[in-house]
């Protein structure tokens, strides 16, 4: 046997991504009306604090104010040779309340900048359409996605974005993490569930039915006004990425169910109807549900184009564990074999081969790592410097990963790491869980002057994406 390793395909896409709501600020600016992660001053593992009150600090409003610095960030991505840059679209800077009629033209000519920047750099965008920031009108008029009413409203706010940004946009997506309605709900669906536990597992799946038919229309309008785009769907598989704390076989089994919770988001959205497996999700936990014959056609006749997720960590599973949670992030045990992060999430650079494996089976349909990096307190040190050097091992035993991956036999498009720059934290609201290749001066409390530093790994990733891969 031969140990050969395939090299990274020619035009694989190489970059970062971020999210209008973690990066841009300007909360306000150009006619923005404010979004559900405006009003979260500690990040959406604790829930909004429904009014904006004057004096607290809302980590949205300002971010690293990318709304006004882009041109100069961009380039920073520029130096380390992107060739890819995912962002999200703020819906509520197109449509401030989200129900306008007519869109808000600051806000589009600020997009119309920015992919026009990217492109004269040579960087391919990445566009999310909807990441966590759905306008705060719709969550709480209409409790957000368990609502069908979003569905027209998300499809006019699509459509404006097809025509216009059409020409400079391949890829889009249509939800970051739609399988995150389980566990962030308000983040990734507008509306914070209640009731009984019957009750908020039929809002947590109508919200993810409603989102399914949404993407679905979304992928049969781009056909029609953008033939040539892919629309893919974003999902974390930090959840699928479970396993058996033991061989005990119930162990096993309870770790399969655990992942479906995730795979019945792909298998819909990808393969174009409800597995059999959620039938008895249904009967089990007496689910309430309005799902029509034709919305089961639309979903049959238009699948999304590639599969897109974040990978962050693994989990570990024993039987009777907690599976069908709505909030509190990631359940599980610690699996001993592995290290973890300063927030206590594990590090499992293989577990990022093992999931690319599972979902090439499942799907055999294009891949796309669009989310993993390392959250770390980086500290400048007294030579003025930031030596990210867990960052640096990180990224290079993920993206080994990677290639072991697409010697294995993955088609996998491209790769974009989490918070090239310093951003602020979409769990906590933190800028001391830093990501970035690059410094962003600013402190939990909005403390700083911005001023952006390149770190260590700044170069490293530099060489990297030079060397298409060559140098790991
Ligand atoms: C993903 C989200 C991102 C993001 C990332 C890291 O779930 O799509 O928006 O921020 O996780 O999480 P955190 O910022 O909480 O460290």
Redesign the pocket.
């Known amino acids: 046997m031969t140990d050969k390793l395939q090299p990274f395909p020619k035009n694989f896409l190489w970059g970062g991504a971020i999210?209008a709501n973690?990066a841009e600020g300007g909360w306000q600016a150009g006619g923005k009306g404010p979004d559900i992660a405006d009003v979260l001053p500690h990040?959406i593992m604790h829930g909004p604090d429904a009014q904006v009150e004057p004096g607290v600090h809302y980590p949205s409003h300002e971010a690293i104010d990318f709304y006004h610095r882009h041109t100069a960030d961009l380039q920073l991505m520029a130096g380390m040779g992107f060739n890819a840059f995912r962002l999200s679209i703020a819906w509520s800077r197109i449509f401030p309340t989200g129900e306008e009629t007519e869109p808000n033209e600051a806000g589009l000519k600020f997009y119309d900048d920015l992919f026009q920047e990217m492109r004269s750099l040579g960087m391919e965008p990445i566009v999310t359409i909807s990441?966590?920031e759905t306008p705060l009108n719709l969550a709480t008029k209409y409790g957000g996605w368990t609502s069908k009413k979003l569905i027209p409203l998300y499809l006019r706010y699509a459509k404006v974005l097809f025509e216009r940004f059409g020409q400079y946009v391949h890829y889009w997506l249509t939800f970051?993490?739609l399988n995150?309605v389980h566990l962030i709900p308000w983040a990734a669906g507008a509306f914070l569930p209640h009731g009984t536990e019957s009750e908020r597992l039929s809002q947590i799946y109508q919200a993810s039915h409603n989102m399914f038919v949404a993407t679905a229309a979304t992928i049969k309008m781009a056909r029609e006004i953008v033939p040539d785009a892919q629309v893919g769907i974003m999902l974390?598989m930090s959840n699928a990425a479970a396993y058996p704390a033991t061989p005990k076989p119930a162990d096993v089994f309870h770790t399969l169910t655990y992942q479906r919770r995730t795979f019945l988001y792909g298998d819909v959205e990808l393969r174009g109807h409800y597995p059999k497996y959620f039938d008895r999700i249904v009967r089990d936990y007496d689910l309430h549900l309005d799902i029509t014959p034709a919305e089961l056609q639309l979903i049959a006749d238009y699948t999304a184009d590639y599969l897109a997720f974040?990978y962050?960590r693994t989990t570990t599973f024993t039987a009777g564990m907690k599976i069908l949670g709505d909030t509190g992030g990631l359940t599980g045990k610690k699996n001993p074999y592995l290290p973890t992060s300063a927030?206590g999430w594990q590090i499992d650079p293989e577990g990022l081969r093992y999931v690319l494996n599972i979902l090439a089976d499942r799907y055999e349909k294009p891949l796309m790592i669009v989310?993993n990096?390392l959250?770390v307190a980086d500290e400048v040190g007294p030579d003025g410097r930031i030596h990210d050097t867990e960052r640096m091992c990180y990224l290079v035993d993920h993206l080994k990963a990677v290639q072991e991956a697409i010697t294995d036999g993955c088609d996998v498009l491209g790769y974009t790491w989490?918070?090239p720059i310093d951003i602020v934290?979409?769990?906590?609201g933190e800028m001391k869980?830093r990501?970035g290749f690059i410094y962003v001066d600013k402190d939990n409390e909005g403390r700083g002057d911005l001023h952006r530093r390149k770190k260590d790994s700044y170069a490293l990733y530099r060489d990297i994406i030079q060397s298409n891969g060559a140098l790991l």
């Open positions: 999210a973690q990040g990441h966590y970051n993490e995150g974390t974040s962050y927030w989310e990096g959250g989490w918070g934290s979409a769990g906590t869980k990501y």
